[in-house]
C-alpha cells in the first residue's frame, strides 16, 4: 500500500518568514495530492491540493509544487502569520483510499 | 463540516466492553472512512466503503468492525480485542475516490480504562 513521509516533524519560524513542508510518497498510482491543517482538537481542514497533472498551484499566500518522477511534493506558506500555527498533514490518494503522513507541527513566533 | 457528524464527542468506556461510534454525512457522498489519530501522530486508516454494503480494511483494522447499511451512514466498533483503543477517531467521506478530498467530522475522543 501507499506510504506517506513527511518532514519536518516541527518547524519554527519567525512571523513574515517562509515555512516549507516536505512529503514523499511510494505508490505511482497516487493521483491526488491534498495538505489539510488541523488545530488543537479540532478536525482537519483541507488547505489545498494539487492533482496529478499539475506541477504547481498556488493559493495566496500557500503553494504546492509536485514532482511525479521524484514522487515527493511540498507545501510553502509565505510571509507566515501566527494563526498559521497548528499541525499540517499532506496526504496521497490513489482510486481507493487516502494515505495520510505523520504530520508537522509549525510554530509561528510573533 | 456540518455535513458530516460525529457522536459523541467525549466516550469512555471500560477495558472489556464494546463501543460503537457514530458516523452520519448529509452530503449524499458514496465513500466514507475511519481514521485514528494518536497524540503526536498522522491519521491511520482504520476501514473504508466506497459503496453500500461493502467496505476495506486498511492499516489498522484488527480489533475494529464497520457496517455500512445506509449510504449515510457508517458507524465504527471498537471491540474488546483492540488492544490500545484509547485514541482520537475521525470519520470521513468523500463525493468519489479518485481525486477528491476528505470531508471530516469533529472526531471522537475515545478513552478506555
Known amino acids: 500500500g501507499e506510504n506517506v513521509e513527511q518532514h519536518p516533524s516541527t518547524l519554527s519560524v519567525q512571523e513574515g518568514d517562509s515555512a516549507v513542508i516536505k512529503c514523499t510518497y511510494s505508490?505511482?498510482?497516487?493521483?491526488?495530492f491534498p495538505w489539510y491543517k488541523q488545530e488543537l482538537g479540532k478536525r482537519p481542514q483541507l488547505i489545498i491540493d494539487?492533482?496529478?497533472?499539475?506541477g504547481e498551484k498556488k493559493d495566496q499566500r500557500i503553494a504546492v509544487t509536485l514532482n511525479k518522477t521524484a514522487k515527493h511534493f511540498s507545501l510553502h506558506i509565505t510571509e507566515t502569520q501566527p494563526e498559521d500555527s497548528a499541525v499540517y498533514f499532506c496526504a496521497a490518494r490513489d482510486n481507493n483510499d487516502m494515505r495520510f503522513g505523520a504530520g508537522t507541527r509549525l510554530t509561528v513566533k510573533p | 463540516d456540518g455535513g458530516i457528524t460525529q457522536s459523541p464527542k467525549y466516550l469512555f468506556r471500560k477495558e472489556g466492553q464494546n463501543v460503537t461510534l457514530s458516523c452520519e454525512q448529509n452530503l449524499n457522498h458514496d465513500a466514507m472512512y475511519w481514521y485514528r489519530q494518536d497524540p503526536g501522530q498522522g491519521l491511520r486508516l482504520i476501514y473504508y466503503?466506497?459503496?453500500?454494503?461493502?467496505?476495506q480494511k486498511g492499516d489498522i483494522a484488527e480489533g475494529y468492525s464497520v457496517s455500512r447499511e445506509k449510504k449515510e451512514s457508517f458507524p465504527l466498533t471498537v471491540t474488546s480485542a483492540q488492544k490500545n483503543p484509547t485514541a482520537f477517531y475521525l470519520c470521513?467521506?468523500?463525493?468519489?475516490?479518485?481525486?477528491?478530498?476528505?470531508?471530516f467530522g469533529n472526531g471522537t475522543r475515545l478513552t478506555v480504562t
Open positions: 470521513a467521506s468523500s463525493s468519489g475516490t479518485a481525486k477528491t478530498p476528505l470531508h
Open positions: 494539487i492533482r496529478s497533472n499539475v
Open positions: 505508490d505511482s498510482a497516487s493521483n491526488y
Open positions: 466503503s466506497q459503496i453500500v454494503n461493502d467496505f
